[in-house]
């Protein structure tokens, strides 16, 4: 895939001399986390700050998936970026890239994502550590949104395959809140309709051990588009609960 450079990122990378692979590979960063060495590789998230604006840079080597379109493997970062396009081209809210990249070099397949930092979001997580403390209206905002922000993904035909709160994040916006993804790697074609959307809703509504009954309706509500009494809430929190157990016991 041929190296992109957004253009609202273009003079800002530039005029600090980080326009090219060798110079962004090289720089020294601080690391945000510690480096995924499956897959045959490795692969590191580090943070770049430049000028106010805040970026992340995913360096990766050997760090491959595989597919039926790429059945010898691709970067992770290619599939990634290519699902951020997709994303922008679907209306879907997601994090922005602002550089990417792929090479062969010294028989390493090296690839590098540079997105924008979301410094002024917080990840859901950090919303449900303080779940017991949020007025009702606050909880019902946060779960509209997380709702709504699922809805635009299924009804685009995608499933984001990793659909947990420290994916999800979320920045007020009047009286509600805006939503958006990231870690887009594993988002693919939803081929078999709603088994796949109860597949990609589950591990999100699991891992929000804060939500109450409430909270659940409030989300399946915004996420179906329809009243708090319709059955079809009802059927759905039946869908979850059934999938919910059948990953507990297995």
């Known amino acids: 895939m041929k190296p992109f450079i957004a253009a609202d990122a273009q003079s800002l990378l530039a005029a600090h001399g980080l326009a090219d692979f060798d110079t962004l590979w090289a720089l020294p960063l601080t690391a945000v ?7 045959g590789g490795w692969s590191q998230v580090f943070r770049l700050d430049l000028a106010g604006h805040g970026f992340y840079l995913k360096r990766q080597a050997n760090y491959l998936t595989r597919s039926l379109r790429h059945p010898l ?3 992770t970062v290619t599939r990634e970026f290519r699902n ?15 550089y990417f990249a792929e090479r062969r070099q010294g028989g390493e397949w090296q690839g590098m994502l540079l997105t924008r930092g979301l410094d002024d979001w917080s990840e859901l997580g950090a919303w449900l550590a303080q779940w017991p403390v949020l007025t009702p209206p606050r909880r019902g905002a946060l779960v509209a949104a997380c709702g709504q922000l699922a809805r635009r993904l299924h009804d685009a035909g995608l499933v984001h395959g990793c659909f947990y709160p420290k994916h999800i994040f979320l920045r007020a916006a009047g009286e509600g809140f ?3 993804l990231i870690d887009l790697e594993k988002t693919r074609r939803a081929w078999f309709g709603q088994r796949d959307r109860v597949r990609d809703l589950e591990p999100l509504l699991r891992r929000a051990a804060a939500w109450g009954e409430a909270d659940i309706r409030g989300f399946l509500t915004a996420y179906l588009g329809v009243p708090g009494t319709d059955a079809r809430v009802t059927t759905w929190m039946e869908r979850l609960v059934a999938r919910r157990r059948h990953k507990e016991t297995r």
């Open 33 to 39: 986390d510690e480096a995924n060495t499956g897959r």
């Open 73 to 75: 493997g691709e970067p």
């Open 84 to 98: 951020i396009r997709l994303y922008q081209q679907l209306g879907i809210p997601a994090l922005q890239a602002s």
């Open 178 to 180: 805006e939503a958006c």
